[in-house]
């Protein structure tokens, strides 16, 4: 690990994530490439990649104090190292707030991790895909906290999933779907053609588009 990142740990910093969004708290714990940060309230979970910037903030001006709780994601005994797979190893079938895209996070419970990718229960959106490498943040619930006050069932994952993310998308081929939700470069219409690295997307007045697989962020079926 970099010392200069290392050097961070029990600080509290001011970090700029990808998308221009501002994340304040005390560092908890650093991986290979993964960031806790404790805002005062929750444990983010941060991968390195999307950190553009990030400086000590001297002066604490929200007084954001050190947790009183362990996070609930951490290291085991046995490990040396927290990676953001881990992170969403621990997290599989727990409620949690994802940030991929868009002005609002996702919530809801992961039901199966592949290569790149992972599937997604929202209450809201129903099943998701999404891609591992555009997830800005995760934030676990607090135990006993439920997404929109619900109460809702963790289901098991029973459906064959492709190991990557380009192959399950391939698998939608003449269904309807939304990607990248609430985002600017969303995109609603029938996938009719994938090949390598380009979707073709019919929309509702039977106009193509064409959308590069590595900046689709979510998918799911209409």
């Known amino acids: 690990m970099n010392n200069i990142i290392r050097s961070l740990v029990k600080q509290v910093v001011q970090l700029e994530v990808s998308g221009k969004n501002i994340l304040k708290g005390t560092v908890i714990d650093l991986g290979t490439d993964t960031m806790v940060l404790f805002n005062g309230a929750e444990f983010v979970y941060i991968p390195l990649d999307?950190?553009?910037?990030?400086?000590?903030d001297g002066n604490n001006d929200e007084d954001i104090q050190?947790?009183?709780?362990l996070p609930s994601i951490s290291a085991d005994e046995n490990d040396v190292d927290l990676t953001f797979t881990k992170v969403l190893t621990q997290a599989q079938g727990k409620y949690v707030e994802i940030y991929v895209t868009g002005n609002e996070a996702l919530h809801g419970?992961?039901?199966?991790?592949?290569?790149?990718?992972f599937e997604f229960q929202s209450p809201v959106y129903k099943t998701m895909y999404i891609s591992l490498s555009h997830v800005k943040w995760?934030?676990?619930?607090?135990?006993?906290?439920l997404a929109y006050g619900l109460n809702l069932p963790v289901q098991p994952n029973n459906e064959t999933l492709a190991s990557t993310f380009e192959v399950q998308v391939e698998q939608f081929k003449n269904e309807i779907?939304?990607?990248?939700?609430?985002?600017?470069?969303?995109?609603?219409?029938k996938i009719t053609n994938v090949e390598q690295q380009i979707a073709e997307i019919q929309t509702a007045r039977a106009d193509s588009s064409y959308v590069n697989l590595g900046h689709i962020k979510t998918l799911h079926v209409v």
Not at 138 to 145: F, G, H, S, T, V
Not at 177 to 189: E, Q, T
């Open 177 to 189: 779907v939304v990607l990248n939700i609430g985002g600017p470069k969303s995109h609603i219409g």
């Open 66 to 69: 050190a947790p009183a709780m």
């Open 50 to 56: 999307h950190i553009q910037n990030f400086k000590v």
């Open 138 to 145: 995760l934030i676990p619930y607090a135990q006993n906290e």
């Open 109 to 117: 419970y992961i039901t199966s991790i592949k290569d790149n990718y």
